[in-house]
């Protein structure tokens, strides 16, 4: 089962859990390019290398018109009495203007009709956008039970501003990239001592924080400081399928995620991808989750869990070719790895069409939804099967143009490799070319590199 495993062990923030899922990644400059593309009002995403304590990772800067405001560095400010007005992810004033200045910089907040508008116009892929949106409602709210205020009267300051925005959308993104079929993460680990801000000295965590790690498993020690941020709260929250110690699991890639500050201990998430069985080591908490169509399947020899996939059908014969493409596109963006249709013949002598869909256990559900929702159709039937991969890697080549992912692939005694064609068709998009120039223009860059 392919495993994300979060290392909360100094908290987390949107910021660092950003850096760590890049770090893991040998597509890093690939990545940032594409949220870069995405056009964040004013944002600019840079990933910078960090070391703490020894140990290599990335810290990830969120710049705003430029500026990187010192209240928006996630660096925690592990000290009891804080240098600025407002710490990092809080909005703890919603009684005053919604426009004020603090140490010259301007700073607005923005409500969460606000925060849906600015999320919707960056069309971000169907299920990317679901989760954003999911992490802000978690803390409006929670703000609106500290407040005493209603959802629609909550106005976010600094997790309303772009930069806070950039980690929500770059988490989600990042991690719908994964495709992983579980997110374990580690008790949380919150700091300890008062954070300073409009309302005054407060406890930490701070009250929206609390609420948000509510029923979440959380430990204090003698770091002084707040280490776990309502936007890091909200985002292990939604997408955490349960907290525990790290289960037995063959590691592929780790990544770091390293805040601003020095400590004794290294000041980082640890973000560790892999295969894992469950239940892991003896002794360990078991978990017991409801038994899959794919866990009651007795596995061939030879194969992996990462082998067996879902097939998902339906049958319709009232739905027009357009209507059955549109279907197919938010099918796609909800995470399927497949999905085709096939030309059939039904009762009452109908030409109809068969829909496809190739997914993982854990999408199943929300592919169903999805089925259900843009067809026509009142049964979906499920088969699990079994496939024969290729192994795959990706290389990055640098072009005039920006980056174009080169995929390789190789195995059953065959070796290709190929240009993507979304990176070929933005090429050619922006410089007004043909695809077949926007190849050339790769494959000569790539030339040079070897």
């Not at 924080?209 to 959380?218: E, G, N, Q, V």
């Not at 770091?223 to 890091?232: M, Q």
Request: charged letters at 25%; hydrophobic letters at 40%; a negative charge.
């Amino acid at each position: 089962m392919k495993t994300l495993y979060i290392d909360c062990g100094m908290g987390a923030a949107g910021d660092m859990l950003t850096a760590a899922l890049l770090d893991l990644s040998p597509l890093k400059a690939a990545y940032v390019a594409r949220l870069n593309a995405l056009k964040i009002p004013g944002v600019t995403y840079e990933l910078e290398k960090a070391v703490k304590c020894g140990i290599t990772g990335s810290h990830m800067s969120v710049k705003v018109n430029g500026i990187e405001e010192d209240e928006h560095l996630h660096d925690h400010h592990h000290d009891d009495e804080h240098d600025h007005e407002h710490e990092h992810d809080h909005h703890h004033e919603h009684d005053h203007e919604h426009e004020h200045s603090h140490g010259g910089h301007s700073h607005t907040h923005t409500g969460m009709h606000a925060i849906e508008h600015i999320v919707w116009d960056l069309h971000l892929p169907e299920k990317v956008e679901k989760d954003v949106l999911a992490v802000y409602r978690i803390i409006a709210e929670a703000e609106s039970q500290v407040h005493g205020q209603s959802m629609d009267q909550i106005h976010f300051h600094e997790v309303g501003t772009m930069d806070a925005v950039a980690d929500v959308v770059a988490v989600s993104y990042l991690i719908n990239n994964l495709k992983v079929d579980q997110i374990i993460a580690s008790p949380v680990h919150v700091g300890s001592g008062t954070v300073k801000c409009a309302h005054g000295i407060l406890p930490v965590p701070a009250p929206a924080t609390a609420l948000i790690l509510k029923d979440m498993p959380i430990y204090s020690t003698d770091i002084r400081g707040e280490l776990c941020t309502p936007t890091g709260a909200a985002l292990l929250k939604h997408f955490v399928n349960r907290f525990d110690v790290m289960p037995t699991m063959s590691v592929s890639a780790i990544g770091y995620g390293m805040g601003k500050k020095d400590f004794p201990r290294a000041n980082c998430v640890r973000l560790l991808l892999g295969e894992t069985m469950e239940p892991a080591v003896a002794g360990q908490p078991e978990f017991h989750a409801p038994e899959t169509a794919v866990q009651r399947t007795v596995i061939p020899s030879g194969k992996t869990p990462e082998d067996v996939v879902l097939e998902l059908s339906c049958n319709v014969d009232d739905m027009t070719a357009e209507e059955l493409g549109f279907a197919m596109e938010r099918l796609f963006e909800a995470g399927a790895s497949e999905v085709y249709t096939i030309a059939i013949g039904m009762k009452k002598n109908r030409p109809g069409t068969l829909l496809r869909v190739i997914c993982s256990e854990k999408q199943k559900a929300d592919l169903v939804k999805v089925i259900f929702k843009h067809t026509t159709t009142i049964g979906v039937r499920e088969a699990v099967t079994y496939r024969n991969v290729l192994k795959r890697e990706f290389e990055t080549v640098e072009t005039p143009y920006g980056p174009v992912r080169l995929k390789k692939v190789a195995g059953y005694d065959t070796e290709r490799e190929k240009f993507e064609f979304d990176d070929l068709s933005r090429i050619a998009k922006e410089q007004n070319i043909n695809l077949r120039e926007a190849r050339k223009i790769a494959e000569e860059a790539w030339r040079k590199t070897r």
